[in-house]
């Protein structure tokens, strides 16, 4: 047999039935000077995920932490986080978790938040501990001080919260993690504004170039992570609100185009309000391999990358030619294709292209080619709250490219960007077909 293949935590040759047989039986433990609230004993190696029908496996409701009376202390705290980091995240059958959205009961409620209520502080504690060691000094900054503070929060919200039994319980801690989810929304645009805070402070007692492998690295694991987290807390909440063509937050039958229509729709306005202009976008769906261009995906993931593709396009094309083709901008086109694995969305500019030379710092989070004084009015901006990408900059922070392609990649996708200085740049973004494609793939 054939060793797992794995990319970016997406594992390809287990069946459903191989994944959840490797769930550990649950273990507990009892100390007379602990407090203990009933759940399941958290994996010490990556596991599968709970199906969410009546037939759901079902865990031990039982586990106990060793978290002495006084557990409000700091060091008690950071005790925990450690504990919880030095655990193994759970991997997850994506074809199931969708096809069992579709048939979920009461029971497959609760085991679903029982699930949940082990597996989040897990992920939240790995991400507590490494905002603690940035390089740079960047964990000092306050926009990363306030982003550690929420993953706290929500870590302690977490385990204090006994996993659900009954039906009253499973509401309750939904309610929880919709305050999360609330909690935590602001994360992407306060991380950058951090990241941007020591940028400037390295690069002003520099020769004014900067680059760091390791901070890219981090904020890829950092920001998969958090798509992760988010995507697991929405299903769940979704589920409770089941909508006709969904299976919690995956649109069953999601037609790409219209979805696109939405986002030319929100780039145009936020090019127009900031550069006064924008340029016409051409939509060109060309026939299908399949057959059928709709696909199974999560719609607010695409508009989030196709909004930040199409507003990147659109600075480009106003800012080359603004000056003399002012009321004849030259069309960006969007071409959509459906193949037999992926769907490929290509966002094709005539804005001007990007130097050879810059092609590997599109992918980093200090690159940013907007203005000094735009950068330092975000720096200035104490409101900043980021609620959806759609109330982001036009340009300024620097993590659209790289964050969209973690988009992509988190459930097997890809982005690529392929340039010509002089001309124009093409973005092709490639959506894996979740639910047509390969039926055992996993997701962390």
């Given at each position: 047999?054939?060793?797992?293949?794995?990319?970016?935590?997406?594992?390809?040759n287990?069946?459903?039935?191989?994944?959840?047989?490797q769930?550990?039986?649950?273990?507990s433990?009892?100390?007379?000077?602990?407090?203990?609230f009933?759940?399941s004993?958290?994996?010490?190696?990556?596991?599968s995920?709970?199906?969410?029908?009546?037939?759901?496996?079902?865990?031990?409701?039982?586990r106990?932490?060793?978290v002495p009376?006084y557990?409000g202390?700091?060091s008690v705290?950071?005790a925990?986080l450690?504990?919880?980091a030095s655990?193994?995240?759970t991997?997850?059958?994506?074809?199931?978790l969708?096809?069992?959205?579709l048939?979920?009961?009461?029971?497959?409620?609760?085991?679903n938040?029982?699930?949940?209520c082990?597996?989040?502080?897990?992920?939240?504690?790995?991400?507590?501990?490494?905002l603690?060691n940035l390089?740079?000094?960047?964990?000092?900054?306050?926009p990363?001080?306030?982003?550690r503070?929420?993953?706290?929060?929500?870590?302690?919200d977490?385990?204090s919260?006994?996993?659900?039994?009954?039906?009253?319980?499973?509401l309750?801690?939904?309610?929880?993690?919709?305050r999360?989810?609330?909690r935590?929304?602001?994360v992407?645009?306060k991380?950058?504004?951090?990241?941007l805070?020591?940028?400037?402070?390295?690069v002003?007692?520099?020769?004014?170039?900067?680059?760091?492998?390791?901070?890219?690295?981090?904020l890829?694991?950092f920001?998969?992570s958090r798509?992760?987290?988010?995507?697991?807390?929405?299903?769940?909440?979704a589920?409770h609100n089941?909508?006709?063509?969904?299976?919690g937050?995956v649109?069953l039958?999601?037609?790409?185009?219209e979805?696109?229509?939405?986002?030319i729709?929100?780039?145009?306005?936020?090019c127009?309000?900031?550069?006064?202009?924008?340029?016409?976008?051409?939509i060109?769906?060309?026939?299908?391999?399949t057959?059928?261009?709709?696909?199974?995906?999560?719609?607010?993931?695409l508009?989030?990358?196709?909004f930040?593709?199409?507003?990147?396009?659109?600075?480009?094309?106003?800012?080359?030619?603004?000056a003399?083709r002012?009321?004849d901008?030259?069309?960006?086109?969007?071409?959509?294709?459906?193949?037999?694995?992926?769907?490929?969305?290509?966002v094709?500019d005539?804005g001007g292209?990007?130097?050879?030379?810059?092609?590997?710092?599109i992918?980093?989070?200090?690159?940013?080619?907007?203005?000094?004084?735009?950068?330092?009015r975000?720096l200035?901006?104490?409101?900043?709250?980021?609620?959806?990408?759609?109330?982001?900059?036009l340009?300024?922070?620097?993590?659209?490219?790289?964050?969209?392609?973690?988009f992509?990649?988190?459930?097997g996708?890809?982005l690529?960007?392929?340039?010509?200085?002089?001309?124009?740049?093409?973005a092709?973004?490639?959506l894996?077909k979740?639910?047509?494609?390969?039926?055992?793939?996993?997701?962390?």
């Open positions: 047999m054939s060793s797992p293949a794995s990319v970016n935590g997406v594992t390809t287990l069946t459903p039935t191989q994944a959840v047989s769930v550990p039986a649950a273990s433990a009892s100390s007379s000077s602990s407090v203990s009933p759940t004993q958290a994996s010490t190696s990556t596991t995920g709970p199906h969410l029908g009546s037939n759901a496996l079902d865990f031990n409701p039982r106990s932490y060793d009376a557990a202390q700091g705290i950071t925990q450690r504990q919880f655990r193994d995240i991997s997850l059958d994506l074809r199931a969708i096809e069992d959205g048939h979920v009961d009461e029971a497959g409620l609760i085991r938040a029982q699930f949940l082990r597996e989040l502080p897990i992920r939240l504690a790995k991400r507590v501990v490494e603690e390089p740079y000094g960047l964990s000092s900054t306050p990363v001080r306030e982003v503070q929420w993953y706290i929060d929500s870590f302690m977490l385990i919260f006994p996993p659900p039994i009954n039906k009253e319980q499973e309750e801690f939904t309610q929880l993690l919709e999360i989810l609330r935590h929304s602001s992407v645009p991380l950058a504004k951090g990241v805070m020591i940028k400037n402070n390295l002003s007692s520099t020769d004014g170039s900067f680059d760091c492998p390791f901070l890219t690295s981090f890829d694991r920001y998969l798509i992760g987290i988010r995507f697991l807390i929405s299903q769940h909440i589920l089941p909508r006709e063509g969904f299976s937050v649109a039958r999601m037609d790409p185009v979805t696109a229509e939405l986002a729709d929100s780039a145009k306005r936020l127009e309000r900031s550069l006064g202009l924008a340029p016409d976008v051409n060109i769906v060309e026939p299908s391999l057959g059928d261009n709709s696909i199974a995906y999560i719609p607010s993931h508009h989030h990358m196709l930040e593709l199409l507003k990147n396009s659109m600075r480009a094309v106003v800012e080359t030619h603004g003399t002012k009321y901008l030259p069309e960006i086109d969007i071409i959509f294709v459906s193949g037999k694995d992926d769907f490929s969305i290509k094709s005539q292209g990007i130097p050879r030379r810059h092609m590997d710092r992918w980093t989070y200090l690159h940013t080619t907007a203005a000094p004084d735009v950068q330092r975000l200035d901006d104490e409101d900043l709250t980021g609620n959806g990408l759609t109330e982001a900059p340009a300024g922070f620097g993590y659209g490219l790289p964050l969209s392609r973690l992509a990649r988190y459930f996708g890809d690529n960007v392929i340039s010509m200085h002089g001309y124009g740049t093409d092709i973004l490639y894996r979740l639910v047509n494609s390969n039926p055992t793939a996993k997701m962390m």
